[in-house]
């Protein structure tokens, strides 16, 4: 919903090489997933594939995310992105 816009919006501006120092080891599931869908359902559309690297590069740097990526839940685990 609109919710969604605005996060995708603010989403967009963080530059992904900040993605390690914004969320350092504060980047929770339901965040890391809602990431992920914009990922999947927007950047694919409005974006491109340098892009896409980039988010998921910066993504991939944040500490713990490899915590993250083991609790992803179903959905996500079988999507068709995943770092």
């Known amino acids: 919903g609109r919710g969604d816009d605005a996060l995708y919006q603010y989403f967009q501006v963080i530059p992904p090489r900040e993605y390690p120092v914004i969320f350092k080891s504060s980047l929770e599931s339901d965040q890391f997933e809602k990431m992920l869908d914009f990922v999947d359902?927007?950047?694919?559309?409005?974006?491109?594939?340098?892009?896409?690297?980039?988010?998921l590069w910066?993504?991939?740097?944040?500490p713990r995310i490899d915590m993250l990526i083991m609790f992803l839940d179903k959905k996500h685990q079988q999507g068709r992105l995943l770092i």
């Open 41 to 55: 359902t927007r950047y694919v559309k409005e974006k491109t594939p340098t892009d896409i690297y980039n988010v």
């Open 58 to 62: 910066g993504l991939s740097r944040v």
